[in-house]
């Protein structure tokens, strides 16, 4: 099954969020998938160890197939929480706690395997060498059935090679967060074949942070296009010749399908640049 090019991600879908119940988790996830979207983004650590179970109750009233969706989780991150009473917040890739995560997110979404795995953050402690046989393991055994990670730079993928192959790396891209645009990352990933997904697409544009300067200019986009603002962030990201992958955090249908239609737009190049330009703050050197 291939990863659909919009990812639902399902980060605020249960306590850390809106709380849906099960019906509603149930429909959101069919409307996703009857409007193009069936990968769904998790981590082990969402809800406080609790949302990836609520998805797995509701994905098992749906009538979708298990073999028709695109499952990804994330581990590594010790959360203190009801279920994990730890002191404080830190990293864990021992192969136990790789293992284990995996397991618990298997029952959990009530699946025999994982179509993704990612490393949810780099660790000062990791031991490349030990996360690479875990993980080789976990593809052997059938358990996942490709890996990633999520939130490392170029040097630190570098360390896995010849070990494990990194098929994707999860980031924080949008128009309002362009590190990852200027510091070499997307090109580093698509020297090596590696899909970057876009955690947190929209940016801070719709948490009234932004310069009223990126909203006229916006506006006027929005309006040639014939699309909304929305639909525009996200297809400024998709143009990019790296193959960016959005994960949208909505919990409502109509955005995820405003995602989709996303995927029908084509910026020209002097638009992207102006949007560019006007994030930024000046001219492109």
Not at 36 to 61: K, Q, R, V
Not at 148 to 177: C, P, R, W
């Amino acid at each position: 099954m291939n990863l659909s090019r919009i990812i639902s991600g399902t980060m605020n879908w249960g306590v850390w969020g809106v709380n849906h119940s099960k019906q509603d988790m149930c429909k959101l996830i069919s409307e996703s998938f009857d409007s193009g979207i069936n990968s769904f983004d998790h981590a082990d650590i969402y809800g406080g160890y609790t949302t990836e179970e609520y998805f797995g109750d509701a994905f098992a009233e749906t009538e979708i197939k298990r073999e028709d969706v695109f499952f990804i989780s994330k581990c590594g991150i010790k959360y203190p929480s009801k279920k994990l009473p730890v002191k404080i917040k830190h990293y864990d890739y021992s192969e136990d706690h790789i293992i284990k995560s995996v397991d618990n997110s298997l029952k959990n979404l009530r699946t025999d395997y994982l179509d993704c795995l990612l490393l949810h953050r780099p660790s000062p402690l990791m031991d490349i060498s030990k996360i690479a046989d875990t993980v080789n393991g976990l593809i052997k055994s059938g358990k996942i059935k490709s890996f990633g990670v999520s939130n490392f730079t170029a040097n630190q993928i570098d360390m896995f090679k010849g070990k494990v192959e990194v098929l994707y790396n999860q980031i924080n891209l949008s128009l309002t967060h362009l590190d990852h645009i200027f510091d070499g990352t997307l090109e580093y990933m698509q020297a090596n074949n590696i899909l970057p997904m876009a955690y947190s697409p929209l940016g801070s544009y719709f948490k009234g942070e932004d310069d009223s300067k990126i909203i006229k200019v916006v506006d006027k986009f929005k309006n040639k296009y014939g699309c909304t603002d929305y639909e525009l962030l996200i297809s400024w990201l998709l143009k990019h010749p790296s193959k960016v992958y959005p994960v949208i955090g909505t919990t409502k249908s109509n955005r995820l399908k405003k995602s989709v239609n996303s995927l029908k737009i084509e910026i020209e190049l002097i638009d992207w640049f102006e949007l560019l330009e006007v994030s930024v703050g000046k001219r492109m050197p």
